[in-house]
């Protein structure tokens, strides 16, 4: 996008339907005095846009405050911008719903057509709901407001109003006094005017749109600055004369206009026009219904998709960021901000949802000031394209500004401030129970997984048994010199709840025995290695710890190959826990016979773990100078379509990895039994894991598992990490959806 792009994208987020739903509210709590709040809340807003433009010019990416909050801030600052800013725009929305619904309201009853009351339900609220409902089923079907289109809206919106400026200001000119609409000025003094300015506030907090574009803007270091300026300079002076030709322009009889706008609430505008020219009230709310619903696109796209970005960040559950399969848009969390959006526009009333938005805003911009002084301390490596002057006090000044806007408040609207108050005690009960520890969790995943990217590899093998130690030692060492990696020989000794861990030291001495021959074959083989002993409470917690302390990428365990159900109930804690450390993981089911490993078996199957086996072949292969043979099993039954398909999918896989490999197809009248019969001649079945919760792979029904205890020969599972919801949300979604519809972001 170009500058001019960039601009109206801010100038159309801001002349939006709060300069159409709310002025005559507003003119109503400040009088003509509605000109000093519009004119300070520019101020106000310009001081905030100021960091906007020195962040956005050097952080390109999108996101916008949640981001630049995460960066500056301590974790917990960065989830509740999320949290808050997730609020502040589905709450914004119902806003804009409720002003869709009185606008939609009086063009029906201008026909003859009334919408019946539902109980409490007001035909206005009844609308709201309808049409947040039909812009979140826009936004699940991936049509938002965009490019040129959206240009042209704004630029629709821009020249309604300059109509209504124009007619007014000829009709206030045309009166012989035409100050006496505006005497007294401040009817409700600086309490009103303050009161007025946070009412009001949300119209000014566009601009912020424009750094959420960031990465399709050209040259943002530039034009971010100069478009948020820019956006600020166009509207500021649209929204004073609007208030002018509003208030002076009207005629009330033996009302005063601030009291005839209050009175027409958000149809103030429409009140005002009519008596401009005939069709005149038909413009305005076209206008209005044009922004309203330019506004709740928006706005359903922006809070739907903070809340996508906490689901990705793994601060939400997972399923918000599923995208949908065809639509590819993350239709639970547009479903979710739905919720919140019809809950407030139907439950309240508009100015206290106007309210709530607003604090939501005050408080959100508060916390990107604070970042910016922080980041600019923090950060003075950023190339930074614009710098705000007279740093920090500009900053500071904004700071308090937005502070007492937001605290003054509470004169206007206590139910806005309860309703604020408990979303963000409730979402810091969420971190702190909840997202502190996903977000840790998700951390240690990115950070392993960019080790592995810059190849760094550590692989960790679990010795407990003489018996499997060569085995998993063998395939530690395939790996280690396939990516240059070194071995870490772990034995934990499990100490008994209740006991110090101190009182199992002296039995160190005798597993010693164990590392001799891991380590002389890490010798042989020229690998780096080295030797741990760790006491714990829990085997698997102890391993898992000791892969998070020494950052290993691949953790190597073994198995026994037909558990008993106790054997069974230790090894699915063991797998269980695994899930929590971000690595990978091989898992030895049996121990390699005494001629070694010549033929490898892989089982196909589309899922990331064996994917996995298909990287991990090619090491153990070299190692053991062995034959690669990928089977593909069928059913009776599957069509000739179906298996080309997936045959050709084996060839692309198989030249993805480089593999030196055979391709078995087999007809069988299960695949069970199939790779029974190919496993025959096998040294080694290589598989993809098992995925699941302890309860899944204690109970469910399992090919891996029946494969696994089946087979003569030893089966080595590797599994990638993943991270999983919990066990009764993966059952109900399996149940529910048969396991297919999303996609992971």
């Given at each position: 996008?170009?500058?001019?792009?960039?601009?109206?994208?801010?100038?159309?987020?801001?002349?939006?339907?709060?300069?159409?739903?709310?002025?005559?509210?507003a003119?109503?709590?400040?009088?003509?005095?509605?000109?000093?709040?519009?004119?300070?809340?520019?101020?106000?807003?310009?001081?905030?846009?100021?960091?906007?433009?020195?962040?956005?010019?050097?952080f390109h990416d999108a996101g916008g405050g949640y981001l630049w909050v995460k960066e500056g801030l301590p974790k917990w600052n960065g989830f509740l911008s999320g949290w808050m800013s997730w609020f502040a725009h589905a709450v914004a929305c119902s806003l804009y719903?409720?002003?869709?619904?009185?606008?939609?309201?009086?063009v029906i009853n201008e026909f003859g057509f009334v919408v019946p009351h539902w109980g409490f339900l007001s035909p206005q609220k009844v609308l709201a709901a309808v049409v947040a409902m039909v812009f979140a089923y826009i936004n699940f079907r991936g049509a938002s407001e965009t490019g040129k289109v959206g240009n042209f809206v704004t630029i629709a919106k821009i020249v309604i109003l300059a109509i209504f400026v124009g007619f007014g200001l000829s009709l206030m000119f045309g009166k012989s006094d035409w100050t006496a609409p505006f005497t007294p000025f401040m009817t409700n003094g600086w309490g009103g005017v303050f009161k007025a300015m946070g009412l009001t506030f949300i119209a000014f907090q566009g601009f912020e749109v424009i750094a959420q574009s960031s990465e399709e803007i050209q040259n943002p270091q530039k034009n971010i600055p100069r478009a948020t300026f820019l956006s600020l300079l166009i509207v500021v002076p649209i929204y004073l004369l609007v208030a002018v030709a509003a208030l002076g322009s009207v005629n009330p009889g033996t009302m005063t206009p601030w009291d005839y706008l209050a009175k027409n609430k958000e149809l103030a505008l429409v009140a005002v026009a009519r008596h401009f020219f005939y069709g005149g009230g038909v413009m305005i709310l076209v206008?209005?219904?044009?922004?309203?619903?330019?506004a709740l696109n928006a706005t359903v796209y922006s809070s739907s998709r903070v809340a996508?970005?906490?689901?990705?960040d793994r601060n939400f559950p997972g399923f918000f960021s599923r995208v949908h399969?065809?639509?590819?848009?993350?239709?639970?969390?547009?479903?979710?901000?739905?919720?919140?959006?019809?809950?407030?526009?139907?439950?309240?009333?508009?100015?206290?949802?106007?309210?709530?938005?607003?604090?939501?805003?005050?408080?959100?911009?508060?916390?990107?000031?604070?970042?910016?002084?922080?980041?600019?301390?923090?950060?003075?490596?950023l190339d930074r394209g614009f710098l705000v002057p007279l740093f920090p006090w500009i900053t500071v000044i904004g700071i308090v500004l937005l502070l007492f806007l937001a605290v003054y408040m509470l004169n206007y609207s206590l139910v806005a401030w309860i309703v604020t108050g408990v979303w963000i005690a409730i979402g810091l009960v969420v971190y702190r129970f909840y997202a502190s520890g996903r977000e840790i969790e998700h951390v240690r995943k990115v950070r392993a997984l960019e080790r592995i990217e810059k190849k760094e590899y550590s692989i960790m093998v679990s010795i407990s048994s003489p018996r499997t130690v060569g085995s998993l030692t063998q395939i530690a060492l395939s790996m280690a010199k396939k990516h240059q990696a070194k071995i870490i020989f772990l034995h934990v000794i499990e100490v008994e709840e209740g006991q110090k861990l101190a009182s199992r030291r002296d039995v160190t001495e005798e597993v010693r025995a164990l590392f001799e021959k891991a380590e002389e074959l890490a010798d042989n083989a020229g690998i780096s290695h080295r030797s741990l002993i760790k006491l714990s409470h829990r085997i698997s917690?102890?391993?898992?710890?000791?892969?998070?302390?020494?950052?290993?990428?691949?953790?190597?365990?073994?198995?026994?190959?037909?558990?008993?159900?106790?054997d069974r109930i230790f090894s699915t804690l063991i797998y269980n826990v695994l899930q929590k450390s971000p690595s990978e993981a091989a898992i030895l089911h049996g121990e390699f016979p005494p001629g070694g490993v010549r033929n490898i078996l892989i089982p196909y199957g589309s899922n990331i773990h064996t994917r996995l086996a298909l990287e991990v072949a090619p090491a153990l292969a070299e190692f053991f100078r062995a034959k690669i043979q990928i089977a593909v099993v069928f059913e009776y039954g599957v069509s000739k379509p179906e298996r080309d398909a997936m045959i050709h999918e084996i060839q692309d896989r198989v030249e993805e990895y480089s593999l030196d490999a055979d391709i078995a197809v087999v007809k069988e009248r299960d695949v069970l039994q199939g790779i029974l019969r190919l496993s025959r001649k096998a040294d080694l079945v290589l598989m993809g894991g098992r995925t699941g919760g302890h309860v899944e792979l204690l109970f469910a029904e399992s090919l891996t598992r029946d494969i696994t205890e089946q087979v003569v020969c030893p089966v080595l599972w590797v599994k990638e990490y993943e991270e999983h919801e919990p066990f009764w949300r993966s059952l109900l979604w399996s149940r529910s959806h048969g396991g297919k519809g999303d996609q992971d972001e």
């Open positions: 996008m170009t500058l001019a792009d960039a601009t109206l994208i801010g100038v159309g987020a801001m002349i939006g339907a709060g300069i159409f739903v709310l002025i005559g509210i003119a109503g709590v400040a009088g003509p005095a509605l000109l000093v709040a519009f004119l300070l809340n520019g101020l106000v807003a310009l001081l905030t846009a100021m960091s906007y433009a020195e962040l956005g010019s050097c719903a409720i002003g869709f619904g009185a606008y939609f309201e009086f206008g209005g219904l044009i922004s309203t619903m330019s996508f970005a906490l689901g990705r399969h065809r639509n590819f848009t993350p239709h639970w969390a547009i479903l979710i901000s739905l919720v919140i959006i019809v809950l407030m526009a139907v439950s309240l009333p508009i100015e206290d949802v106007a309210s709530a938005a607003d604090i939501m805003f005050l408080l959100l911009f508060l916390q990107v000031n604070i970042a910016m002084i922080r980041l600019r301390k923090k950060r003075p490596d917690q102890g391993i898992v710890d000791t892969a998070l302390e020494e950052e290993c990428n691949f953790i190597v365990i073994g198995r026994l190959k037909k558990p008993n159900f106790l």
